[in-house]
């Protein structure tokens, strides 16, 4: 039996990081400890372009635009959709969801689900450097590691 796991070595690689401005308070703490990731992955800061968009929604079509150029490995996508009084909630956090996963397979890069979805502020914040963790850390881990895996099957 042969058994392929991708490694957390993030030497050489290109990634192109996609933001919401939306609840900047939690990503921008998203984008910090995704980029600290990367270098402590052994990636260069040099390699990593980032790209803000106004809110979640708008994410799948900039990693879409991204996706095509054939300049980076591997795609990350950040964001905050934090549950209102409203449905909205609901059909952002499942549209890009959506969205982010279809850029995926259609365009076969691997891209990094790093959305907080979370029913209040504090969850969120929580969730991008407190009391659970970074999610853009760990979006960063899985985006390097599939890359690593593909590699492997190519």
Same mark, same amino acid.
């Given at each position: 039996m042969k058994v392929y796991k991708g490694q957390l070595d993030a030497q050489?690689?290109?990634? %192109?990081?996609?933001?919401?401005?939306?609840?900047?308070?939690?990503t921008t703490?998203?984008?910090?400890?995704?980029v600290d990731e990367f270098k402590k992955l052994g990636g260069s800061e040099d390699d990593i372009e980032v790209f803000w968009?106004?809110?979640?929604?708008?994410?799948?079509?900039?990693?879409?635009k991204l996706a095509t150029t054939g300049k980076y490995d591997g795609l990350v996508a950040l964001g905050a959709v934090v549950r209102?009084?409203?449905p909205h909630f609901d059909f952002v956090?499942?549209?890009?969801?959506? %969205?982010?996963?279809?850029v995926m397979l259609d365009e076969k890069i691997p891209v990094a689900f790093g959305i907080i979805?979370?029913?209040?502020?504090?969850?969120?914040?929580?969730?991008a450097g407190?009391?659970?963790?970074n999610k853009g850390r760990q979006a960063v881990q899985a985006v390097v590691e599939t890359i690593r895996v593909i590699e492997n099957i190519e």
């Open positions: 050489g690689l290109r990634i %192109g990081i996609v933001v919401s401005g939306f609840n900047e308070v939690v703490r998203l984008l910090d400890g995704a968009v106004p809110g979640s929604f708008e994410i799948p079509l900039v990693l879409k209102g009084e409203t956090a499942s549209e890009t969801t959506k %969205g982010i996963a279809k979805t979370a029913d209040a502020l504090d969850q969120a914040i929580d969730r407190g009391k659970t963790g």
